[in-house]
């Protein structure tokens, strides 16, 4: 009988204590949440002989925990001089990405985009012949890279660090190439 009493006590201290624990907990709130929302972008600058200007804006949604994404606009500039003359590239393009962070501070980021290109060659030497006009074309990019997160105040706020590759890059090529590149930006939950 003891034993019937003492399991009878047990079981409703069990069903007490869950339906304690169940009431602490607030049922998740679904659809759009404003302060999910960042601001942010990839901002470069590079000056000598190869010189680069790239302000690159995103807008994203911070899902959950682990996944982001969002899209973004880009504008780049390219110059250099290859010996013979200097090379001058513009870039116009629309972007969207994907990031994973498997931990808060660190992500693995996909993004797909379309970038516009133009430019121009001018021979160092007038001898060498007229400024030359590139074609125009819209080239695909497909960029894989990883990086981290310094928090910065509170939410989604951080600034950004990250090293990318062109998966569909060609040999010295705008708008990326066939290297990796290093990129920071800063993001400003909104």
Do not use: M, W
């Given at each position: 009988m003891k034993l019937l009493k003492l399991a009878t006590l047990c079981l409703?201290?069990?069903?007490?204590?869950?339906?304690?624990?169940?009431?602490?907990?607030?049922?998740?709130?679904k659809g759009f949440d404003k302060n999910k929302l960042f601001f942010?972008?990839?901002?470069?600058?590079?000056?000598?002989?190869?010189?680069?200007?790239?302000?690159?804006?995103?807008?994203?949604?911070?899902?959950?925990?682990?996944?982001?994404?969002?899209?973004?606009?880009?504008?780049?500039?390219?110059?250099?001089?290859?010996?013979?003359?200097?090379?001058?590239?513009?870039i116009a393009g629309l972007n969207v990405f994907g990031r994973v962070?498997?931990?808060?501070?660190?992500?693995a980021q996909l993004q797909p985009e379309a970038n516009y290109t133009w430019g121009k060659y001018i021979p160092n030497n007038a001898a060498d012949g007229p400024t030359q006009?590139?074609?125009?074309?819209?080239?695909?990019?497909?960029?894989?890279?990883?990086?981290?997160?310094?928090p910065i105040g509170a939410g989604s706020s951080g600034i950004i660090l990250m090293v990318q590759y062109d998966l569909l890059g060609e040999r010295d090529m705008p708008p990326y190439g066939n290297k990796p590149f290093f990129s920071f930006g800063i993001n400003l939950g909104l």
């Open positions: 409703l201290c069990i069903c007490v204590s869950s339906a304690v624990h169940a009431q602490d907990e607030p049922a998740p709130e942010g972008g990839n901002f470069g600058l590079s000056f000598g002989d190869y010189t680069i200007v790239n302000i690159s804006p995103q807008l994203g949604y911070r899902f959950n925990r682990y996944i982001a994404a969002g899209v973004g606009i880009n504008g780049q500039y390219y110059s250099y001089n290859d010996g013979y003359g200097k090379n001058q590239y513009g962070y498997p931990i808060p501070q660190l992500f006009t590139k074609d125009s074309e819209v080239r695909p990019a497909l960029l894989i890279g990883a990086g981290g997160v310094i």
